[in-house]
T-cell receptor, first 117, second 114 residues
Framework: DAMVIQNPRYQVTQFGKPVTLSCSQT?????MYWYQQKSSQAPKLLFH???????NEADTPDNFQSRRPNTSFCFLDIRSPGLGDAAMYLC????????????????FGDGTRLSIL | AQKVTQAQTEISVVEKEDVTLDCVYE???????LFWYKQPPSGELVFLIR??????QNEISGRYSWNFQKSTSSFNFTITASQVVDSAVYFC???????????FGTGTRLKVLA
């Protein structure tokens, strides 16, 4: 089945040690998103790609970077994780149908729960 | 500015009761899209329904129904005869035309008790 896959499901890293979370998709969607979700809160958009066009949210810390080497893969790099970065990280995709006015839903992966020691 | 408000933080019902989850949105755009997602305890967000601003038809899918009213900027979600498996956090989301960004409400945690 076509889907959005996030690895790993759980990630533990040390304070200040760089960590990379990965996301892959078989939906061939051209828009990919990274969200941070803390307990009992709404998902918070960090950035998104439209094809290779990177769009960073104004309040996303510089500590968070992203790479999209091809349509299928997108990575979230946290350069120096702090305790406040412990959260669920959600990857999502959507299909832009050539017109930005389209009601295509987002498809989410299962998330990666990041813990900081 | 765009905003989604889900005023109900948590709702508890007994199995087989009907329950309505409220969603109020704000946007100045005339073209926009509304969505509901379910997030069970396992964590993944599951798409339930979408509506665009030009389509105010209500929809029913099994035990689920949605009431979209532009006059009150609301997109409410009703579960009929709730079941324990409906227990989850439900998010309402808004996307305006001209952007690929989705704005989520803070979610409503629904607990269905056996």
């Amino acid at each position: 089945d076509a889907m959005v896959i996030q690895n790993p499901r759980y990630q533990v890293t040390q304070f200040g040690k760089p960590v990379t979370l990965s996301c892959s998709q078989t939906l061939n969607h051209n828009v990919m998103y990274w969200y941070q979700q803390k307990s009992s809160q709404a998902p918070k958009l960090l950035f998104h790609y439209y094809d290779k066009d990177f769009n960073n949210e104004a309040d996303t810390p510089d500590n968070f970077q992203s790479r999209r080497p091809n349509t299928s893969f997108c990575f979230l790099d946290i350069r120096s994780p702090g305790l406040g970065d412990a959260a669920m990280y959600l990857c999502a995709t959507s299909r832009a149908s050539g017109a930005v006015n389209s009601n295509q839903p987002q498809h989410f992966g299962d998330g990666t729960r990041l813990s900081i020691l | 500015a765009q905003k989604v408000t889900q005023a109900q933080t948590e709702i508890s019902v007994v199995e087989k009761e009907d329950v309505t989850l409220d969603c109020v949105y704000e946007t100045r755009d005339t073209t926009y899209y509304l969505f509901w997602y379910k997030q069970p305890p396992s964590g993944e967000l599951v798409f339930l329904i979408r509506r665009n601003s030009f389509d105010e038809q209500n929809e029913i899918s099994g035990r689920y129904s949605w009431n979209f009213q532009k006059s009150t900027s609301s997109f409410n979600f009703t579960i009929t005869a709730s079941q324990v498996v409906d227990s989850a956090v439900y998010f309402c989301a808004l996307r305006t035309g001209g952007t690929y960004k989705y704005i989520f409400g803070t979610g409503t945690r629904l607990k269905v008790l056996a």
